[in-house]
Structures are given as structure tokens and as C-alpha cells.
């Protein structure tokens, strides 16, 4: 059965074949070929008068001008008579003469002999037209033909017999039969040949092609895989869809137009800072400010995703909850002091958490016994009078691997995936279609008729679709309460506590409990500027980033985090085989390296913004500043606990080891620029933090200060006070050499390597102001990393800067650009990566660890905490 005896859609074309249509839309490279005569221009007697239909001309114009997307118009017409007729722009390919015309100049000269063969040919054809009145004949560049195309039948007939018993018999003569005419081609070519041509030079992922003749059986029968034909009108065909007439062909066109523009560009997209995370310590989620989760990866945040519609799109996966009445949210909020979400709209409040890995003491087991943590559930409770619309769209492995939903007594099982998913919802009744190629799940839920609450559950890791023996207000109170605890036993600031409080929340809640890393941040290749390439997967723990969002809570009276990080630094370490200077700069969650990093193609990214990468480059590079921030880790821990076990010593001997080793090397530096590795001030300055700390925590072990460590500090520090100065710029530069302005170089005055009054740290924070802030944010550098576009502003070198501010006795400053800093973050709380000041939107991966813990970093410096000796920050 073909998908004529489907039933209609609205649009004028079956179920199945708008599938197809949505599925070849959305492929990195789609090539779209048509026939003129019958698919964009209706049959006429005179074929002079062949005009396209202004709807198909719309339609392949502006699929032409999308990038990644060739559109070729290929006809029996030669190729100038084509080029007259469809007046169709440049974008778009022609080929003419069934293929042996192109417009791209892929056509040789004839050989003599051919010539002389097509001369016969035609004296031959016209000799039979002056026979048979109405005929006419064509001649094209290598062929000739005979068109009967409104001539009585009995003699069109007649005269086709002729061509067909005579010169078509001739040796090195190729026949092509199509309505109303038959050509003679002294060159073997035919549409299918055109298209596999066109193919091959466009590196097409899939055709789509659309014909009406006889002679487009030949495109058809090449079509495979993802490729899709469409028949215009009635007759055998190969083509696996059929439409009635040139109309349905626009339609059709429109449709792909419409799909595909929407998935290159991802047009209205949700801002990136109005996301909400979700998180229970094993993995994390995220919603968009309408209730919809957007973004989840199971079993791991560095997993494949289950969800991945912030990158990709309905296609990627997605679990929506909206009331049937349209309408906005009132509102979005995190339950105080938790993880716990609330969306609420008249008549009605979704409550969402996730269950799961809660605990400290449950990370201590899980990590004794070598456990990657429990499967998580994702609790979903929807309370009030209203009635919502459910919709369930798993797409396991970021919508790679086709999924099937089949419906439970009491919920959904997903089949397919690596690992058993099941949705339970108790009296709730699913309606299962096929979404192109994947099973989508939609259900209308009255909560008044189910006594005003209704409890969703989406269970990983599990095939349980009974009732949960346990009351669910219980079991938001157990999720709920490790984080309440755990918040309110922090030393917050008097500077913006509640914004501090939400940024701490966020850094545990990046937190991996069964391992003790950390994330840079919860999501991959959420763009640095939009349309750009500047797209990297943060889902991973980088040493550095790690280290100072630990130091962040440490700084507000909590050491789990931190201790449970660095024993899991001590497991990298050594693997190292006793090289700890050739630590990664970041690891997976387990503390495995990462595999080669690869783009998914198929994902058209957040607001068309590619590519989607999975993994990253970075891990093969040199960091040397690594070795600093865990050692400055190292010593807060100690000295907030006055003591120093053996395995931290162990660790500090580590790091000062590597630095010995290797502080002399040019790195990557902090950015991790693509290029050539350079002696990177602040690579430096952290090196000398390393032994400093060192020495710090030596000090409470009560032992005198190793000379060599002692020589080795104030020989790097004599290297960064003598190289690192940059005359050319007035200030301490990026880079040994270069006279660029990084806001890294800040880190010459925050680390205590020269004094808050230093001249020269007085004019890098005035150079780093002049040259880097912009309104509310202060971009990392404006040297050329060797990347494509631009970014925007950094939140961590913002916080940076109102560190330099208030140490240079800047404080009404500091606390205005803190406040423009906060005024930036999304309605619940939370900061990307990067702010743009142009467009007042974030960028950048979200929510971003870095950012968080400037806050934290800012509000406790403003707060007058510089002297608390938990900070290490040296005068």
C-alpha cells in the first residue's frame, strides 16, 4: 500500500508522507530534485506556454537560499529552452536534456561522430513530422526529439511507431519515452544518472525528489535509504508517495520549506537564562519556563540524552505540560532552599523533582562500591482544577534510535533504548502515534475529575509500573529535605543572600554524588554567539573549574563537596602512573578520558546554532594552571578543618611535583584557544599559587618550609614580575611576548602574587576595564583564538573585576557591576556562561559553574570577607 491510501491531512497529503517530508527536512544535507513539465508547471498543449506555478517558484527559491540545501530542477526540456521558460534564479540548478545538460559545466563537447549521428537523427525525426501534421521536433544539445503533445491520437501514435521502428533502432542511439514524446540521444544519460551526479558533487545525506513522467522512473528507481519520491499524478511508479496534480507538488515543497527553515534556525527559541535545572545529584534535567524539560541525559549527565530538545528540536525528545486553555505561566520558582521546581498557571501548578541520589552518605556507598549511582526518577505532580495536555516524546541517544511506546495499565513502557525507561500515571489514558519514526504519547488529564492532583512518574532503570508504596507529599519532603539541610548550614554573606544561596544550590546540584566531580555546566553546545560555531559539550569535569566551585562552597562552610572532589582528583592522579603533570585538563564524570570529540549532525542546535558536539578537543591539551586550583582547593579544606590528612599531603606533593616538571612549558592557557601553545601569564601566575598554597599547608603540618619550594615560588614569581609585564600594552598581558589584554591577568593581584597597591596591578585592572568591560559584563579577550564569530561577555571575568574593584578600594563600583551581573541571570536565578550586552540575552552553555561561583566569589569579597583566612587570599 503507498501513502495514497492513507488518509488526508489537512494539508492536502497523507500522515505517511508528511512523516517522510518532516524527516528528509530535517537532514544536514537535503538535495531537492523536480521535474518541470507536470511537477512545478502544469501540462499544456503548448508546452512554449509551460509557466511554473508562482507557489512552487516560492517554495524552491527560498529553499535554495537555505544553507545546506541544493534544490535542482531537472527536465526532458534542453536546457535553454528550460532556463526561458522557468525564469528561475541561479540558486537553483538546471539540468536539461534528461541529464545530459547541466548547468554546472559538466557536459563535455560532442566527438565528431556524435555530431554527425544527431544530424541523421534529425533529418530522420523532421522527414516523419512533414508526415504527420502537429508533430514537432526539438533539437537539443546532444539529441534530438519527436513531441505529439496535443495531436490527434491516431496519428501522434502513428508517428511515434516510426521514430520507435526506425531511427531508434540505430546503433549508439539512446531512447527515452515520455508523455507525448520520445527522444533520441546520442549520449547514454537519463535522470537517474543526473541525480546521482547531483548527489555526489552536493554531498547530499538524502534526495527528495518530485516528477510526473515516465522518464522520472529512472530518478526513482535510484532513490534509497532516506531518500523520498513523490509521484505527480496517475501511473505506475517507483516512487514510494504519490500527489494528484502540480498543486499538491507546491504544497509539499511549502511544507519541507517550512520544517526545514524551522530546524535550521530553531526559531523561537526559549533564552537560554530562563531555563530552570532540575537536579538529584546523579543526573540533571532541564525546564523551560512553560514546564517543558527541555534537556536530560540518563544514566549520567555526560550520558546520551533523552531529552535534547534545547538542541534539537520536537525531534530530539521532549515531556511537555500545558494547560488545554492557551495561556501563559503565571510564574516558575524553586521551592526555597531546594531543587524542587513549581510552574504555575491559573488552575494550575506542576510540581517537578527528581528523585534519586539525595545524600552524602549514599554517595560515600555508592562510591565504595564503585557505583555510578542509582537510576533517577523524575516526579512530575500536577495540582488544581484545570485540564492540561500531556505530551511524552522519548528520543534515547539525542533521537538516534527509533523508540516505540507501548501502553501499560497504568503507564508507558519505552522500548528500544539501552536501558528499561517507564512513564507511570495512574488513570491517565495515552493516545500513541507514530511521529516520524519514533512513538509520541499525548493525554488530556482533568484535574478536577482526579480529585484536583495527578502524580506523573518517569522512572529510569526500571519496568515498574506500580503504584509507589510510599504517600507522594512523603516523598517530596525526602527529596526535598537533604538540600534544605544542607543549605541551611552555609555561612551566607550579607551581600545578597539569596542570590548566593541559589548559586550554591546550583554548584551541588552540579555536583556528581557517586563520584565526587563536578560539572562545568549541565548541557553541550548551547552557542557562545548564536548562528556560530562556537559550540562545546561543558558536561564534564575540568580540574580547574571543578576545584574552584568546590573552593566556592568551602568559602561558605561546606567541605563535603570539596573532599569528596579531591578524592576523586586523587584517583586521577594515580592513574597518572606517578606523572601527575600529565593530568587531563578534564575527565568524564567517572574519571575516565574522554573519547574523540564528534558532532551530531542531524541536531540542528539551539536556534540553529551548529554544530552539536558531543565530547571535547580540550582534553588533549596542556593546562598548567590545573595544578594551582587544586592545590588552593587543598589548602581551604585544611584550613578550614586545622588539620591535614595524609592523603591531602599526598595530593599537594603531587601538584608541586608537576609544577616543578613542567611550569617552564608554554600551554593552552585557561581559554583552551585552539592554536599554538604560548607561555600564558596567568598558566603562571597559578603555578605559583601551587607552591604557595603548598607552603601554606606545610604550615599546618607543622613543619618548617621546604627550601627548594621556597625557591621554586619566588623563582616563578620573578619570571611572571619580569615577563609577564607587557610595555607595549601598560599592562600584564595574555601572554609571555604578546601585548593582548586577557582578563585572566587579573589573576596577578586575586592570587596575592604582588600586593592590592602594586602600580602594575593598578594599571592591568584599569587596562582590563578600558579594553574588556562592556555595560553589565567583561569579555574574557579580544585576540584572535582562531575561531570563526565572536561572544559575548564572561560572568566569571565580570566577577573577576569586582574582585579587582573592591581590592583596589573600588567598592561603589564593585557593587554596581555585581548588581547589573545578578540583573542578567533568568527568573529563577540561574546564569550561563556569557551575557550578550547588545542583544540582553545569555550565552553560552547552562546553567555554568563558573558563573555561579563568581557570584558567590563577589558577594563574599563585598561582603568584607577579604581577611577570613578560609579564603587563602594572601596580602
Known sequence: MTSADQPHSPLGFDRTLRDALGRIARVPQLLIGCDYDGTLAPLVDDPSQAEPRPEAVAAVRALAALPQTTVAVVSGRSLRDLATLSRLPSEIHLVGSHGSEFDLGF????????????????????????????????????????????????????????????????????????????????????????????RGRTSASAVLYLGDDVTDENAFALLHGPDVGIKIGPGETLAGHRLDEPMDAARALGFVLETRRHWLYGEHAVPIERHTMLSNGSTVALLTPDARVSWLCHPRPDSAAVFADMVGGNQAGYFSITPVRDGLPLGQRYRPGTMTVETRWPGVTVTDWLEGEVSDTGADEARAEGSTGPCSTMVRVLTGTGTVSVEFAPRPEFGQVPITLQPLEDGLLVLGSNEPITLFARGVEWEVRDDGGHDTARAVVDLAAQGGRAVIELRFG??????????????????????????????????????????????????????????????????????GGRNWDYRYC???????????????????????????????????GGHPERLHPLYTVEGLELGPEAVIDTLPGYAGSRPVRIGNAANRQIQLDVFGSITDLQAAVVARRGTVADEDWHCVEAMVTAVERRWQ???????????????????????????????????????????????????????????????????????????????????????????????????????????????????????????????????????????????????????????????????????????????????????????????????????????????????
Not at 509500573?465 to 529535605?481: F, G, L, N, V
Not at 570539596?562 to 594515580?574: H, K, N, P, T, Y
Not at 554596581?816 to 550586552?837: I, K, N, R, V
Open 542 to 576: 575540568w580540574l580547574r573549574d571543578a576545584a574552584m566551585s568546590a573552593r566556592a562552597l568551602v568559602d561558605l562552610g561546606s567541605l563535603a563537596e570539596a573532599e569528596a572532589l579531591l578524592r576523586w582528583v586523587d584517583g586521577c592522579i594515580e592513574r597518572t
Open 665 to 875: 612549558d608554554p600551554d593552552h592557557g585557561i581559554w583552551e584557544a585552539r592554536l599554538t601553545p604560548r607561555h600564558h601569564v596567568y598558566s603562571k601566575v597559578m603555578c605559583w599559587l601551587t607552591v604557595d598554597r603548598a607552603l601554606q599547608v606545610q604550615t599546618l603540618r607543622n613543619e618548617a618550609p621546604k627550601a627548594s619550594w621556597l625557591e621554586l615560588r619566588d623563582r616563578i614569581r620573578a619570571d611572571v614580575l619580569e615577563h609577564g609585564w607587557n610595555e607595549e600594552a601598560g599592562a600584564y598581558s595574555v601572554a609571555y611576548g604578546d601585548p593582548e589584554i586577557d582578563a585572566s591577568s587579573l589573576w596577578v593581584g586575586l592570587s596575592g602574587l604582588v600586593p592590592d597597591d602594586d602600580p602594575r596591578f593598578l594599571a592591568t585592572v584599569l587596562k582590563v576595564e578600558e579594553e574588556l568591560r562592556s555595560g553589565a559584563v567583561v569579555y574574557r579577550y579580544r585576540w584572535d583564538d582562531g575561531l570563526a564569530g565572536s561572544e559575548g561577555g564572561f560572568h566569571l571575568c565580570t566577577a573577576w573585576l569586582v574582585e579587582a574593584y573592591v581590592r583596589t578600594g573600588r567598592h561603589t563600583e564593585a557593587e554596581d557591576l555585581f548588581q547589573q551581573m545578578l540583573d542578567t541571570a533568568g527568573p529563577t536565578g540561574l546564569l550561563p556562561e556569557q551575557y550578550d550586552p547588545v542583544a540582553e540575552r545569555g550565552l553560552g552553555n547552562h546553567p555554568q559553574a563558573y558563573s555561579h561561583l563568581g557570584v558567590i566569589r563577589s558577594a563574599i569579597v563585598l561582603g568584607g570577607a577579604n581577611d577570613d583566612p578560609g579564603l587563602a587570599i594572601p596580602t
Open 462 to 531: 526500571s519496568e515498574n509500573c506500580a503504584t509507589h508504596p510510599s504517600d507522594i507529599t512523603e516523598r517530596q519532603a525526602r527529596a526535598e529535605d537533604p538540600w534544605s539541610e544542607w543549605a541551611a548550614g552555609l555561612q551566607l554573606p550579607a551581600t545578597h543572600p539569596k542570590d548566593v544561596l541559589r548559586s550554591a544550590l546550583t554548584l551541588r546540584g552540579l555536583c556528581h554524588f557517586p563520584t565526587g566531580s563536578i560539572l562545568a555546566a549541565a548541557t553541550t553546545s548551547l552557542p557562545e554567539a548564536l548562528g
Open 107 to 198: 557536459l563535455q563537447s560532442l566527438a565528431p561522430e556524435l555530431v554527425e549521428l544527431q544530424s541523421r537523427l534529425l533529418t530522420e525525426l523532421t522527414a516523419i513530422a512533414r508526415e504527420h501534421e502537429g508533430v514537432r521536433v526539438e533539437i537539443k544539445p546532444a539529441s534530438v526529439a519527436l513531441h505529439v503533445r496535443g495531436v490527434e491520437r491516431p496519428i501522434g501514435d502513428r508517428a511515434l511507431d516510426a521514430v520507435r521502428c526506425g531511427p531508434a533502432t540505430w546503433p549508439d542511439v539512446q531512447t527515452t519515452i515520455g508523455k507525448d514524446v520520445i527522444e533520441l540521444s546520442v549520449v547514454a544519460t537519463d535522470k537517474g544518472a543526473a541525480i546521482t551526479t547531483l
